[in-house]
Structure formats: structure tokens, C-alpha cells
């Protein structure tokens, strides 16, 4: 059927439309649907993790280029990450991520969203390297004494 006419189209089939005396350059590739039929979207909860070895701050709040199937749009992101818990390990954030990886390698469906779960939002998003505990998850780790928290950083390791 390529570069020949047809009198009717299919659902899944490919199609050009020839419209005479119309500028090509003021219109975008795009695609022909029943309204209603393609679904649109101007918010999403994605679990995301910071690249490893990527040194450089991740601010939320701040706008970044998002690639959805063959469409790159600006998206302004927010981070939310589990409350503080001054017993997890920089190890436990790190079995974690590799739980998360050897997931993702495997083609194994994520884990489902929880959304009983209480979150807090985070003013950049932190990888390995832990983020900066709350007031006073920091002060209780200094009464408790736990060694699982980095006493000079004050920080919280774990899912972010």
C-alpha cells in the first residue's frame, strides 16, 4: 500500500493525508483518533532513582526535559521520599538499589505505588549518598545513639 491510494483505513494502520496548499512546516507530525480514545495526562507519580554517578544536584521544583515514548516535553518535577528513619544503612539504601535494578534488568513489573503510605517532599532528589534528617529524627538519633546514622552529616538512608 505505500505511495498508493486507498479508499479506507483500519485501526493500526499507517496513513498520510495530502492537503493541498498548506504550509508543512506549521504543523507536526501527530495522530488521527476518536475523541476520547487517546488518553492525556498533565501529572504522573514515577518512582525515579538519581544516577549513581551523576555529582551534581537533582533541585525539585525545577523544569527537565521528559521523554515519553517518542515525545520529549518540559516537566516541572517534585520529590517525595519516605519519613526519616535513623536505623537504616547507607547498605540498606544500597541492596535497595540494586533489588531495583536487577528488577528493572529482568523486565520485572515494578512494585505497585503505595498509596497509603505517608510521604514527604524533598527539595532535591538523593541518591546514595543519603539526605540531610529532619530536625528531629537527628536529635533522637543522637539520644538513642544509633550507629546507623552518620553522626556528623545527620543523614537518612534508605528509600528516598
Known amino acids: ?7 479506507q483505513i483500519s485501526q493500526g494502520d499507517r ?11 506549521l504543523i507536526e507530525r501527530g ?3 476518536t475523541p ?5 495526562s498533565s501529572a504522573a507519580v514515577a518512582a525515579v532513582d538519581k544516577v549513581r554517578f551523576y555529582g551534581g544536584a537533582v533541585q525539585g521544583k525545577a523544569k ?3 521523554s515519553i515514548g517518542h515525545a520529549t516535553v518540559m516537566a516541572e518535577v517534585q520529590f ?3 519519613p526519616d528513619n535513623p536505623n537504616s544503612t547507607q547498605a540498606d539504601a544500597l541492596q535497595l538499589m540494586i533489588t531495583a535494578l536487577s528488577r528493572t534488568s529482568l523486565n520485572e513489573p515494578p512494585p505497585p505505588f503505595n498509596f497509603q503510605q505517608q510521604y514527604l517532599q524533598q527539595d532535591e532528589l538523593y541518591g546514595l549518598e543519603g539526605r540531610p534528617l529532619a530536625a528531629a529524627a537527628a536529635a533522637a538519633a543522637a539520644v538513642a545513639g ?7 552529616q545527620g543523614r537518612h ?3 528516598q
Open 36 to 40: 476520547g480514545t487517546v488518553p492525556t
Open 146 to 152: 544509633s550507629s546507623s546514622v552518620d553522626q556528623q
Open 15 to 25: 496513513a498520510a493525508i495530502c492537503v493541498t496548499q498548506l504550509n508543512a512546516k
Open 80 to 82: 517525595f521520599g519516605l
Open 31 to 33: 495522530l488521527a483518533a
Open 157 to 159: 538512608y534508605g528509600p
Open 64 to 66: 527537565y526535559h521528559l
Open 1 to 7: 500500500m505505500f505511495h498508493k491510494p486507498v479508499t
